[in-house]
């Protein structure tokens, strides 16, 4: 545990609690009781609420922190890097004993993480990751494989056309927040999977920023430019219930006219799924907050931890046995 001063830790213990006292700020955060004196100090730097993942992210974070007795100092950034950068910046003034954020972009991080290697506390990565040239400025990676989401999202496809003899796909992908992790590399898995298949083409790309807003105006855009869309390919659940708004708008049935394959399983996409309004959601779990508390309290005593966790994800397609008992998502 770092000698925080009395002063020190009495000043972080008021600006955690006064942190949680204003939970419209910050999602709905469950009031924290005064964490035990000797509890780990976590700075948590959230990017945003752009989607329903993001908010269920946030949410299970600030239970779990209840659960496990870690105090958590949580910052949203709205969606801004040089919020998350100047959130990291007050957690480093308040020498918390773990920074843990979620990177909204791979890129320029290196300054301010140099600042907290400095003040010798340990940073996690969670749900992004980050490009560096200096691996050191991190201890960690909490988060999903976004390449093995890609690639899942992929594998359906073939099994749809192999099962329904389908070729000449034309598909359409809607990606996520430009330079972010899990837009890139669901974009590249799913690449991998279908790559030298005479079957597919993917005819066009464009980023949603993972909002349903922006889905809905990008997929209304490629419905006019397209005489032909067999399939969309969406990063995130948000994107594709807009962009089902637009094809339902255009008289297309979604999950028929055009296969629907999506990412992140919040309950509106399974419910969609289970109504055939889409054909496959690869899930991306937001429930992080156990496995982040138990890697800072580990860092917090001056553990090693792995240098990558990821949790368990799976697929859920039309072809499921078990399509119509999938338990309830909490997100
Ligand atoms: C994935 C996460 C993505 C979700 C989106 O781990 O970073 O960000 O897929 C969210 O819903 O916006
Ligand atoms: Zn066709």
């Known amino acids: 545990m770092r000698q925080r001063s009395t002063a020190k830790r009495a000043l972080a213990a008021a600006m955690a609690l006064a942190l949680l006292a204003f939970p419209a700020l910050y999602g709905c955060a469950p009031r924290q009781e005064a964490a035990p004196e000797d509890a780990v100090l976590l700075g948590f730097s959230q990017l945003g609420w752009e989607s329903a993942w993001r908010i269920g992210n946030s949410l299970d974070i600030q239970e779990a922190a209840e659960r496990a007795g870690v105090q958590l100092m949580f910052e949203n950034a709205q969606q ?13 003034a308040y020498q918390v004993d773990v920074i843990a954020f979620a990177p909204i972009v791979e890129y320029g991080w290196d300054t301010v993480l140099q600042e907290a290697k400095d003040a010798g506390i340990p940073v996690l990565l969670t749900d992004r990751f980050i490009v560096t040239d200096d691996p050191s400025l991190y201890v ?21 056309a192999d099962r329904e003899g389908l070729t000449d796909l034309k598909i359409v992908e809607l990606s996520g927040t ?33 909002l349903r807003s922006k889905g809905k105006e990008c997929m209304q855009i490629l419905l006019e430019r397209h005489e032909e869309i067999d399939v969309l390919y969406s990063h995130n659940d948000a994107m594709t219930l807009g962009a089902i708004e637009a094809i339902e708008e255009a008289g297309l049935e979604p999950g028929k006219d055009i296969i629907i394959i999506t990412v992140d399983g919040e309950q509106a996409a399974i419910d969609l799924l289970q109504a055939g309004k889409i054909n496959c959601v690869v899930e991306c779990t937001p429930m992080l907050g156990d496995i982040i508390m138990d890697l800072a309290k580990k860092l917090a005593a001056g553990e090693e931890i792995p240098r990558v966790t990821n949790p368990e994800e799976r697929a859920f397609t039309e072809f499921d046995e078990d399509l119509m008992d999938i338990a309830p998502r909490g997100y």
Request: net charge negative; hydrophobic share 35%; glycine share 12%.
């Open 140 to 160: 960690g990676y909490v988060g999903a494989d976004f390449l093995e989401e890609g690639r899942k999202a992929g594998d359906y496809l073939i099994e749809k």
């Open 80 to 92: 801004k890097q040089e919020n998350q950068i100047s959130a990291i910046r007050s957690f480093i």
């Open 178 to 210: 430009l330079s972010s992790s899990p837009m890139q590399q669901r974009g590249e898995g799913f690449r991998a999977a279908i790559a030298g298949d005479a079957r597919f083409e993917i005819v066009e790309t464009m980023s949603g920023d993972f």
